[in-house]
C-alpha cells in the first residue's frame, strides 16, 4: 500500500470523470488499491474540460472516494473544506453532483452514526443478542435435553443501529451495531427475571435466544452527519464529519 503522500494527484485523478461510466468505476477500484496511474488510463481528458460547480462535483466525488480520507491529498481539502461549510449552513447549499460520473455513480448525504457493514465484507446483524463463538465448544456452550445448546458466558444486545435515549437532562442518539459473518444458530441465555404472583413478584431463571456467529465485529457510533459514495449502485464507502 502507498503512503499518503504516493496518491495521484487531484489533476490526474479528476480526468476519470470526464470518460465514460465503466472507466470511472475502473478509476475508483484503482484508488481503493493505490496503485494506479490514472493518467496511463486510454481516453482520459484533460483536466480543463471541467470548470464551476461540474469541477467542484467531481472533484468531491472523487476526494470522498479516497479510502484515506477525503482531505488525505492536499489538492482535495479545498473542494472538501467548501463542501463541509456548504453543508453546515442553516440551510444548506445543493449538494454538488459529477455529471459525467455515469450512472451509479454519485455521493448522497444522510443522518446514520454507523456504517454499512458491507463495507467491510460483512452482514448487518438483526436486532437482538449476538455473540461470537463456536457452538460445538464446550467451554462456552453446554448441551441439554435435544442437543439445544446454553451459552454458558454472556451476550450482547445489538440495536442493530441507531437508537435515541431519553434521559432526565437533553436526550442523546447511540445505540450498537453488530457486523457478523458466518452465521452457526442459535443459544439460549440465561438471566434473572421478576414474574408476578397475584399481588406480589419474585425473581427467577428466565431464558432467551442468543444468535452465534464465527465473527463478531462491534462499531463505534460516530456523527450522525454522513456521506455515501455509491459506486456502480453499492455503497463504496461512508464519510462522517
Known sequence: MKTIHQIPKLKTLLSAAVVSSALFAYGFHALAEDLTDYSSIPGMPKIDL?????????????CLANPNGPRAVSECRPPIDKLFDCLSWRHPCKFPSCPMAGDGNYAKQLNDGFDPCSISGMEDAPRGFVVQGNLNDPEQFSTGRKNQKYLRGKSTFNYGGEHYFESDNSGYWGGTKACVKGFQGTALEA???????????????CYRTVRVYDEVVWQKFQSRRAIDVVINGQTFTRVHW
Do not use: A, K, M, P
Open 191 to 205: 438471566y434473572s427475571c421478576q414474574q408476578e404472583s397475584g399481588d406480589s413478584s419474585y425473581w427467577t431463571t
Open 50 to 62: 471541467l470548470s464551476g460547480n461540474d469541477r467542484w462535483g467531481c472533484e468531491v466525488l472523487l
